[in-house]
């Protein structure tokens, strides 16, 4: 077994082939029902009949009312065919011989008639109807022009990219102006394109999972794992969470603030004109000036309530250039440098208020 630092080196490697369990798929996206309805949904990192996104999807396509599902493998994949065996490729194909492919679904029925709609039927429609299965061109790289094509479709991506390439994965998310429901690294909320897109509200975390860590499948060659489970090795990574640009009702409500301002309890930093707040939990509710919190305050985030202002660790997000030739972390209290902070200020206090 390995511990974090193992598997994050892993992460950045060989093995950034994490596979979410379908427990955690379904808890997230029950939340969703009615943002589901009449859209097209993508999954388009990982293989698609081994995918448990693919599987919630196919399995949930009439209660949820979708219009289409798409689902993109990609070639050499370690864990594809594993379960079903497709034409031109099977099992025992080696993985440096597996083609990429895609599957489109817009119907799926209880085709065994038991009275419900299952994974055998997914696979009946798999192997017997026109059109649902079809080879890809390429590699099946989501970046790929054959993928990007696909993701023109889609109304809601829904998947776990890799998070080596997190960012170029949502960049390209947002330049095709797509909802997306993705799990990511917490370190992204510490990005400068990513925070950017907390301060214009055009992320958010999820419903589930945040802060508490995910444990994921990888492949059976995989050499650090925590755990086995039903047969499969498991890591846990720790800093992981959903982002959506959803709408999370969590982020509707207004969060209750009930300590009071004093400058003995809330320190200004020494190159930042901001109070620190240690949780968020102890944002003070009568001050109306800059305050810097914890990451851990993005999941409590209300745009209504509270602006986002700037980001600042050993430098300001959204000042890099100049604040890095300072040489001195923003974020120090008497010398001492702490954690990275989102600076918000209080949209419901008025100017005029006294600290």
Not at 73 to 93: E, H, R, W
Not at 116 to 129: G, I, P
Request: hydrophobic share 30%; glycine share 6%; charged share 25%.
């Amino acid at each position: 077994m390995a511990g974090n630092l193992g598997l994050r080196k892993a992460d950045g490697a060989k093995y950034d082939e994490f596979y979410t369990q379908l427990s955690d798929i379904e808890n997230e996206m029950r939340y969703y029902k009615e943002q589901f309805k009449d859209k097209i949904i993508l999954c388009n990192c990982d293989d698609p009949f081994e995918s448990n996104f693919f599987k919630y999807f196919a399995m949930n396509f009439n209660f949820l009312g979708l219009k289409k599902l798409i689902a993109t493998s990609y070639d050499n994949s370690p864990v594809a065919y594993t379960q079903l065996s497709f034409i031109g490729n099977d099992k025992t194909t080696p993985n440096k011989n597996r083609r990429a492919y895609k599957i489109e679904i817009t119907e799926v029925d209880d085709y065994n008639a038991d009275g419900a709609v299952d994974l055998s039927d997914v696979e009946y429609l798999l192997k017997n109807k026109d059109n649902t299965f079809s080879l890809l061109k390429g590699n099946g790289d989501f970046r790929s022009e054959e993928c990007i094509g696909l993701l023109k479709q889609a109304d809601i991506v829904v998947t776990n990219p890799p998070f080596s390439v997190f960012r170029e994965y949502i960049s390209l998310i947002i330049e095709y102006n797509k909802d997306f429901i993705v799990i990511g690294n917490t370190n992204a909320l510490t990005y400068k394109d990513i925070f950017k897109l907390f301060k214009e509200n055009r992320i958010r975390t999820g419903n589930t999972k945040f802060n508490v860590g995910m444990y994921f499948y990888v492949p059976d060659d995989c050499k650090q794992y925590h755990i086995i489970k039903d047969g499969k090795k498991m890591v846990r990574v720790s800093t992981s969470c959903w982002f959506t640009s959803l709408s999370v009702q969590k982020h509707n409500e207004f969060l209750t603030c009930y300590k009071r301002y004093s400058p003995e309890e809330y320190p200004k930093y020494d190159n930042y004109d901001a109070i620190n707040v240690n949780k968020y939990t102890e944002i003070p509710y009568d001050y109306d000036g800059l305050m810097g919190v914890p990451i851990t305050f993005i999941d409590k985030f209300n745009p209504d309530q509270f602006e986002i202002i700037d980001g600042i660790g050993r430098y300001s997000i959204l000042n890099n250039e100049e604040t890095k030739k300072a040489g001195k972390y923003l974020s120090m209290i008497n010398g001492q440098a702490i954690y990275f902070r989102y600076i918000i200020r209080n949209k419901t206090l008025g100017d005029n208020n006294e600290n």
